[in-house]
């Protein structure tokens, strides 16, 4: 990699972690090209990226970001998780490592807290962005038909009655 190219991996890698609420850093010792590819899609479909980086190259490209404290986890052959969506990169990362012993969590970053393997694990439990929306809809969508449905009971015992009241005339 010539200096123009190690510039241009810097500036791109200082861009995306700029943009993103976090990070996950891992180590992925022995991993095949097949199983790094896969990693690569499933972070993809979460929303997240996942990117095999040079230690030098990631700290440079952390100075200036909410991230320059994970400075000191940049040890040996390592990769970074991340995603805007808070657990989406936590999630997927921590799944992987359960299935495969090649992949570890190292820690990561949020917001500029640091946080450990077991940081990353716990963050990983919460429910992602889109099951919370999922959830605030539902919860906001039920008083609304709790109140529809209140408000057309009365007119349906009405309309009983009356029609109880019509077929007891009938009957007389």
Not at 38 to 48: I, P, S, V
Not at 75 to 82: L, Q
Not at 126 to 155: D, W
């Amino acid at each position: 990699m010539d200096r123009t190219e190690k510039q241009a991996t810097i500036a791109a890698l200082h861009q995306a972690l700029s943009a993103t609420s976090l990070v996950v850093v891992t180590r992925q010792s022995g991993m095949t090209v097949a199983e790094v590819t896969d990693l690569r899609r499933k972070m993809r479909a979460a929303g997240a990226s996942f990117k095999v980086t040079k230690n030098r190259l990631a700290r440079i490209a952390l100075k200036g970001t909410q991230f320059e404290k994970l400075d000191d986890l940049f040890v040996g052959v390592t990769a970074i998780a991340y995603s805007s969506d808070p657990v989406a990169a936590a999630k997927v990362a921590i799944a992987y490592a359960k299935a495969n012993d090649k992949f570890k969590i190292i820690g990561g970053g949020m917001g500029g807290t640091v946080l450990d393997d077991k940081g990353i694990e716990a963050l990983s439990k919460l429910p992602s962005l889109e099951e919370l929306r999922g959830r605030l809809l539902g919860m906001l969508q039920t008083p609304a038909t709790r109140i529809a449905g209140v408000l057309q009971a009365p007119g349906g015992q009405v309309a009983r009655v009356l029609s109880a009241y019509a077929k007891k005339g009938e009957a007389a």
